[in-house]
């Protein structure tokens, strides 16, 4: 079985979307915990209530990034996970943690990545004047939101939309993106080169909109 850990800071719907895509489709996969950052995302509940591991590693304890980071790693690995899935993680981590998760660390951004990375993605998008926004599932390098891309999904930009119908929309397609990606690791099609280049075996595409 392939073992993942997800990482959430709030509400976790994408960490949702990967237990149900996981447990209902059969996939030679299980989420073997759920880990937040704050004492109040509200994902941890529902990770527990559905029979998932969910610890809370709170920054706040912690007096320096570096200190949490190693508090997380450590949790992280008492779990032997195969991959660690951020969704929803809204910690920026250190070059030590990502190294030490090097080709097993995988982001999903709400933005079509080069495209803003960073915060308020969808406010950014509709400043820009963007008439495609979307999300990127992508492997996480010491280069904030910078990865090597493993998919992307499209959404198009309406003419009245507000950040937050925006994110509505892309949110839609992040779960689409992230279950497929889910399905992907579990199957073992997924690498990355020597170049750091992406290849999913058997798959023609990795491009979704809705
Ligand atoms: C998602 O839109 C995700 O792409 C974004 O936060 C939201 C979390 O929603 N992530 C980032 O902005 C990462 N910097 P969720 O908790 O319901 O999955």
Redesign the pocket.
């Known amino acids: 079985n392939c073992r993942l850990v997800v990482l959430?800071?709030?509400?976790?719907?994408?960490?949702q979307t990967i237990v149900n895509t996981v447990r209902t489709q059969g996939l030679p996969a299980e989420v073997c915990a759920v880990i937040a950052n704050k004492a109040n995302a509200s994902?941890l509940e529902w990770a527990h209530a559905h029979g998932i591991q969910a610890k809370l590693v709170a920054h706040r304890d912690y007096a320096t990034r570096t200190e949490f980071d190693q508090a997380l790693a450590q949790a992280i690995d008492a779990y032997r996970p195969d991959y660690v899935l951020?969704?929803?993680?809204?910690r920026v981590l250190t070059p030590e943690f990502v190294e030490h998760f090097n080709g097993r660390l995988l982001?999903?951004?709400?933005s079509l990545l080069p495209a803003f990375p960073?915060?308020h993605?969808h406010q950014q998008a509709l400043a820009t004047g963007v008439q495609w926004h979307g999300?990127t599932v992508h492997f996480v390098t010491p280069v904030l939101?910078h990865g090597p891309i493993v998919a992307q999904g499209a959404v198009p930009v309406l003419a009245d939309d507000t950040p937050d119908t925006l994110?509505e929309r892309?949110?839609g397609v992040?779960h689409h993106l992230y279950a497929q990606v889910v399905r992907w690791l579990a199957e073992g099609r997924v690498s990355l080169d020597a170049m750091q280049r992406v290849h999913v075996r058997g798959v023609a595409s990795r491009s979704f909109a809705i």
């Open positions: 959430i800071s709030g509400r976790g719907s994408n960490m994902g951020l969704a929803g993680f809204m982001n999903i951004h709400p960073g915060l993605t999300c939101d994110a892309v949110l992040e």
